[in-house]
């Protein structure tokens, strides 16, 4: 085989493998040297499988291949690498966050987005029911009604409370 055709071969199994990688990630979670290989651009380059007809170049002529062979040239296999260790990653790892890895940041970064988006929701309910509490207050301190009628719009108003306060428990849970 000429040394172009090995080149293109490299690219177009490449992909594939990739692709296969990205939709069953379990079956290739123990093979150290392709976990190896997808760390990195110069990785996938240097990779080979002879099986699959795989054989290892320098990132320059995977790139130049690439280029002439796929639509988005190189940038659609180094997307297709990343995605193919970040599904190796979270089949492994599965849904526990570390640190360590890309999928385990953007898990976590994910959860305290949430976490903070759900903050938020709060504290806006809350401000708006003491500026309600506020005005209330105010409208009794005010008002000339008589005890039993003053009684009677705290009641009210407690129940009010109580619903907006356990609404916002169990929506932070």
Known sequence: METLEVNQNKVIETKSLLLEIIREPLN????EALLLALKSQAG????????KGILSCSL????????????????????????????????????????????GLRQAVNELESKL?????????????I?????????MA?????PEEKKTVYQEINKRVEAKLSYLNHSEQ
């Open 28 to 31: 290739f979670k123990g093979i």
């Open 44 to 51: 996938l380059a240097k990779f080979s499988d002879t099986e």
């Open 60 to 103: 320059n002529t995977l790139k130049s291949a690439s280029e002439s062979l796929l639509d988005r040239g190189f940038k659609e296999l180094d997307e297709l690498r990343i995605n193919a260790k970040d599904a190796i990653e979270e089949a492994t790892i599965g849904n526990k966050a570390t640190k360590t890895t890309r999928t």
């Open 117 to 129: 988006n759900t903050s938020r929701k709060s504290n806006f309910l809350l401000t708006t029911m």
């Open 131 to 139: 500026t309600e509490l506020r005005s209330e207050l105010n409208r």
């Open 142 to 146: 005010h008002s000339n009604d008589t």
